[in-house]
């Protein structure tokens, strides 16, 4: 018996509606309170969605709150007193498949913040994350973003209050938004795959620590190492 495009179409609207009927979506909070730690090692993976990155509350180590879908993913909460390092975010738990549903259902979402007074050296995966991280004010010693087909915006709005040895952001074909960049104070900056310049990283064109920066990531780039700035923008 042969199948016509119409009988196709119905299967998977079929399969479509009982992927929808079996999403779960859950919310969960978690939090670890200060006990005198001197440095924090954190990871982050989250592979789509929404996230924000931020200071913690007084008193937090670390919080994470998340919007997930249950069916594909699972919560991320391990930390190891003995080192000093924390992983957050989402794993997926090996169930894929089709679904047919709408931007807002799928939409997952997390809010971390870090203690600002305790050293962090970061590392966030952000997949094909919207990311918004506001780092002015925690204490980084190092930090890591990579991303796929995303978009990443990083602020440094007061300045860092930690000796910050690098900031490296290795994205795919993403945009990347970073402002403030001088109040980091890292000691080298790189951008898909290529070294933001000294002069600019230092205090911007407008001798401003609020110079923003914007650099459109791709394949090609990053295999020719090299970054396309399509603006110099003051914030």
Same mark, same amino acid.
């Given at each position: ?7 196709? /179409?119905?299967?998977?609207?079929? =399969?479509? #509606? ?6 779960? =979506?859950?919310?969960? #909070? /978690? ?22 990155? +931020? ?41 894929? &498949?089709?679904?047919?549903? !709408? ?16 050293? *962090? ?5 952000? &997949? ?6 506001? *780092?002015? +004010?925690?204490?980084? /010693? ?24 690098? #900031? /490296? ?10 402002? +403030? ?21 230092? !205090? ?5 620590? !609020? ?23 003051? #914030?």
């Amino acid at each position: 018996m042969r199948h016509t495009p119409l009988l196709a /179409t119905m299967a998977l609207t079929a =399969m479509g #509606a009982h992927s929808l009927a079996a999403q779960t =979506m859950r919310s969960v #909070a /978690t939090s670890r309170p200060l006990s005198g730690e001197r440095m924090l090692r954190a990871s982050i993976e989250f592979g789509a969605g929404t996230v924000h990155v +931020g200071p913690a509350a007084s008193g937090d180590l670390y919080r994470m709150q998340l919007r997930y879908d249950a069916d594909r993913n699972g919560p991320v909460n391990q930390f190891d007193a003995a080192t000093g390092a924390v992983r957050l975010g989402l794993q997926g738990n090996g169930n894929a &498949g089709i679904r047919v549903t !709408s931007r807002a259902q799928m939409a997952q979402r997390a809010e971390i913040g870090f203690a600002p007074g305790v050293p *962090l050296m970061l590392s966030a995966n952000l &997949g094909a994350s919207d990311a918004t991280l506001d *780092l002015g +004010g925690l204490s980084l /010693t190092s930090l890591a973003v990579r991303g796929g087909a995303s978009s990443t915006t990083v602020n440094f709005d007061t300045p860092n209050r930690a000796t910050c040895s690098s #900031a /490296t952001f290795t994205l795919g074909a993403a945009e990347f938004d970073v402002s +403030g960049l001088a109040n980091s104070g890292c000691a080298s900056s790189s951008a898909c795959n290529s070294r933001i310049r000294r002069s600019y990283s230092a !205090s911007g064109t407008d001798g401003s620590s !609020s110079t923003k920066y914007r650099w459109l990531c791709s394949a090609i780039s990053r295999r020719r190492a090299l970054m396309r700035a399509s603006g110099f923008i003051a #914030a």
